[in-house]
């Protein structure tokens, strides 16, 4: 199976078969959207496979480079799109641990910057704790780089990797994302409420901005404005959509 889908990811770029989905993130106090998550969608010959799927087996055979470039390109043209149409959104573009640990990843980044003429702070690179700790101090010294060209940096999956909190000050980041593992239960228990509210208030205590992912209940909604959560991300508010659809949920607006 890994083999299978190995083999057509090699061709799945020229035959034009991915896709990048949007899904909108509520800014909680002021109940307004102005940032969202690119996501990528694969139709190998129509048919959908998984990101939790392919994107694995894209880092272990490294296809994952030319495919991390394609969506690098992708939201950039998106993001300058959408910077004419004058909407304020903020695009986040998930970095793999192989992209982020290339030599000229900084450079790629702000060459992009330059030739899509698209504002630093447009831009959000979501990376998880291990692309990081992968090497300490190269990763810190490329999270400065990255910062230092304006754009936004956020700590995906937090709360799965290395929970060692001390790196969590010296590294320059903007957001906390709480991983959905510590979301989805968090309505009824009361173990995983504890959590997610410690996270919360550590990430106040340093400063940073704090999003939950998976938002799927009400209940959980209520929680998190409980908690002082900035930002949440989930089925409850949207599943990640095409571009224009994604325009098309802005105009309508939201409420809750
Ligand atoms: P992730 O970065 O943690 O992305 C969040 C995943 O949660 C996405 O799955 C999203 O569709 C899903 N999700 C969002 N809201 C909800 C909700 O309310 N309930 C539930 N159950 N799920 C929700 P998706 O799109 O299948 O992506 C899976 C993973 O694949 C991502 O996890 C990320 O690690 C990777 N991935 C996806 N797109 C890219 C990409 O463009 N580049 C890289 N390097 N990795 C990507
Ligand atoms: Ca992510
Ligand atoms: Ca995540």
């Given at each position: 199976?890994?083999?299978?889908?190995?083999?057509?990811?090699?061709?799945?770029?020229?035959?034009?078969?991915?896709?990048?989905?949007?899904?909108?993130?509520?800014?909680?106090?002021?109940?307004?959207?102005?940032?969202?998550?690119?996501?990528?969608?694969?139709?190998?010959?129509?048919?959908?496979?998984?990101?939790?799927?392919?994107?694995?087996?894209?880092?272990?055979?490294?296809?994952?480079?030319?495919?991390?470039?394609?969506?690098?390109?992708?939201?950039?043209?998106?993001?300058?799109?959408?910077?004419?149409?004058?909407?304020?959104?903020?695009?986040?573009?998930?970095?793999?641990?192989?992209?982020?640990?290339?030599?000229?990843?900084?450079?790629?980044?702000?060459?992009?910057?330059?030739?899509?003429?698209?504002?630093?702070?447009?831009?959000?690179?979501?990376?998880?704790?291990?692309?990081?700790?992968?090497?300490?101090?190269?990763?810190?010294?490329?999270?400065?780089?990255?910062?230092?060209?304006?754009?936004?940096?956020?700590?995906?999956?937090f709360g799965t990797?290395?929970s060692?909190?001390?790196?969590?000050?010296?590294?320059?980041?903007?957001?906390?994302?709480i991983d959905?593992s510590f979301v989805r239960n968090m309505?009824?228990d009361t173990r995983d409420q504890a959590l997610v509210l410690s996270i919360c208030q550590l990430?106040?205590?340093?400063?940073?901005?704090?999003?939950a992912?998976?938002?799927?209940?009400?209940?959980?909604?209520?929680?998190?404005?409980?908690y002082?959560?900035?930002?949440?991300?989930?089925?409850?508010?949207?599943?990640?959509?095409?571009?224009?659809?994604?325009?098309?949920?802005?105009?309508?607006?939201?409420?809750?």
């Amino acid at each position: 199976q890994q083999l299978h889908i190995a083999r057509r990811l090699d061709t799945a770029i020229e035959k034009q078969q991915f896709e990048l989905y949007f899904q909108p993130k509520m800014h909680l106090k002021s109940q307004t959207i102005n940032s969202c998550e690119c996501l990528i969608r694969w139709f190998d010959d129509g048919k959908f496979v998984s990101p939790a799927q392919f994107i694995p087996i894209a880092e272990h055979s490294g296809f994952i480079l030319p495919l991390g470039e394609w969506i690098l390109d992708s939201a950039f043209a998106q993001a300058k799109k959408w910077h004419q149409q004058n909407l304020n959104i903020r695009l986040a573009i998930n970095i793999s641990a192989r992209q982020f640990t290339q030599q000229d990843f900084v450079q790629s980044i702000k060459q992009r910057l330059a030739h899509f003429n698209v504002p630093a702070h447009l831009i959000e690179l979501e990376i998880t704790e291990t692309a990081i700790m992968d090497d300490e101090e190269f990763g810190i010294s490329v999270l400065q780089a990255l910062s230092a060209l304006g754009i936004s940096l956020s700590i995906d999956d937090f709360g799965t990797g290395y929970s060692s909190l001390g790196y969590l000050q010296r590294f320059p980041v903007n957001k906390l994302k709480i991983d959905q593992s510590f979301v989805r239960n968090m309505a009824t228990d009361t173990r995983d409420q504890a959590l997610v509210l410690s996270i919360c208030q550590l990430a106040k205590n340093l400063g940073l901005d704090i999003i939950a992912e998976g938002v799927e209940e009400h209940a959980q909604l209520e929680k998190l404005k409980e908690y002082n959560c900035d930002l949440i991300q989930g089925y409850l508010l949207s599943r990640p959509i095409p571009a224009n659809e994604f325009e098309a949920f802005l105009a309508k607006g939201v409420s809750f």
